[in-house]
């Protein structure tokens, strides 16, 4: 019983869902992106690594500790003829006979310490500038993320609406097929009518085809983001407040953009760590100062002996060690290396002099986009009254010259093209409400300040 009654509420509660309750919202669809986009992924890795070249530049110049084993096996035989004396003053040529077997094992552990070293310091410093510039590269791709996805959901706002005004428009324009075909049967209208109706009839029913296109392409944009499908979307709603920028001052924005810009951080981190590698290349010509101690320890063993002729002398056992501490201190001054010192460094002042040149780049860039953001944020304030504005007229024209086409002072073409009109003014007040809502976006990215409360701010207008 229990079981059933838990069953009956899912189902009431299945039923109760409204589209819009169940519908998701554009905090939902961010989340997710967070975790799934590749882009963003991309640049946390990117980031990562970039961390890890701090680790691999800083080991220069740390002491380095090694050790090692090793172990020596000889085994040699020799014979040769020599004259030994063999009593009254006389000698004879006697051949001798002579072998042995020796081993040795050899530990040796050394430590070494940079003590001076320019190039790798400035290696260095140039690994930590490149790392600041990852972070202000994955910064920039989270601001990134948050139009991104913002733009790809009201891109499916859009794409409905458009779906939802052709069909509108078809269904009209349907009726009106069938008005001017009756008339046409009863003698009130001419055929040519009937003709301009039917014709602007098939161009809406290839409008609605177009319009369902645009809506999978555009849910699809969400899909790649997200690597998932997705249901309905919650609409922007109706009551939009067509707000200013905070603070209403262009010059304003663009200090901000040019103080915080992730991008333009990126750029100047990357121009500081061009100019240390300069320095480091330059350093090829400086003398290196290292320290050093080594230790070894080789205990030997081992037996020989040799033969005279028919006399042999028994093998001789020896075993042996040694130690030795070695503690020494070394210059290395580089005389000529074949111009190879001359010729980095001038590669590396064209890469200065190339990231010079891009850091100005992006520094016009940010403050062009800067700009344009803002002034369209004005201009879209502009845009959605007159649209809304635009609507309301349209609807009010459509409305009179059906009433002229009834008492036949106007003719089936202007009620057509009092019905385009109308969907054209439709399609543009949607567009325009929510390319507003994406400037407002737009603009903070280009000042460095897009943010999760943006976020939030934005999803508090749908519903």
């Given amino acids: 019983m229990y079981k059933n009654m838990k069953l009956g509420l899912l189902v009431l509660g299945l039923a109760g869902c409204t589209a819009s309750a169940c519908a998701e919202d554009l905090l939902q669809i961010y989340q997710e992106a967070r975790q799934a986009d ?26 380095q500790l090694g050790a090692s084993l090793g172990y020596t096996h000889s085994d040699s035989r020799s014979s040769s003829i020599s004259p030994q004396p063999v009593g009254n003053g006389d000698y004879a040529l006697v051949p001798v006979i002579g072998n042995s077997q020796g081993r040795s094992r050899t530990a040796q552990g050394m430590l070494t310490q940079s003590l001076f070293n320019w190039g790798n310091i400035e290696r260095l410093r140039g690994a930590r500038e490149s790392a600041r510039g990852a972070d202000a590269n994955y910064d920039a791709a989270v601001q990134d993320l948050i139009v991104r996805t913002a733009s790809a959901y009201f891109g499916v706002l859009t794409a409905d609406d458009q779906l939802t005004f052709a069909k509108s428009n078809e269904k009209a324009l349907a009726k009106q097929l069938d008005q001017a075909e009756q008339r046409f049967k009863v003698g ?27 809506v999978d392409t555009a849910r699809e944009s969400v899909a790649q983001i997200t690597g998932r499908d997705f249901g309905d979307l919650k609409k922007l709603r109706d009551d939009l407040a ?23 951080a990126s750029s100047q981190y990357s121009l500081n760590a061009a100019q240390d590698n300069i320095s480091a290349q330059r350093a090829g010509h400086l003398p290196t100062l290292s320290a050093s101690l080594v230790r070894t320890d080789t205990p030997s063993w081992g037996s020989g002996g040799r033969s005279f002729g028919d006399s042999t002398l028994a093998n ?10 070695t503690i020494g201190v070394t210059l290395s001054v580089p005389l000529f290396s074949g111009g190879l010192v001359h010729a980095q460094v001038k590669q590396a002042v064209y890469q200065r002099d190339a990231a010079q040149d891009q850091l100005e780049s992006t520094r016009r ?37 059906e009433a002229g086409f009834e008492v036949g002072t106007q003719t089936i073409v202007n009620v057509l093209l009092a019905q385009q009109a109308v969907f054209q003014a439709q399609s543009a007040y949607s567009l325009a409400r929510h390319q507003f809502v994406l400037s407002g976006l737009q603009l903070k990215q280009a000042a460095g300040e897009v943010s999760f409360k943006d976020v939030e701010a934005v999803n508090a207008l749908l519903q």
């Fill in 365 to 401: 860039t940010v403050i062009a986009g800067t700009r344009n953001a803002y002034r369209a944020v004005l201009a879209g304030i502009s845009e959605v009254e007159a649209n809304k504005q635009a609507v309301a007229s349209a609807e009010k024209s459509l409305e009179a010259t």
């Fill in 188 to 214: 009130l209208s001419a055929i040519t009518d009937v003709q301009q109706a039917r014709a602007n009839y098939d161009s809406a029913r290839a409008q609605t085809i177009q319009a369902q296109n645009g």
């Fill in 38 to 63: 590749p882009i963003l992924a991309g640049a946390g890795a990117s980031k990562g690594a970039a961390e890890a070249t701090i680790g691999i530049a800083r080991a220069p110049l740390l002491p």
């Fill in 316 to 325: 001789i056992p020896g075993n042996g060690w040694s130690g030795d501490t």
């Fill in 242 to 264: 067509l707000d200013k920028p905070s603070p209403d001052n262009l010059q304003a924005w663009v200090d901000l953009a040019l103080k915080q810009s992730p991008v333009l």
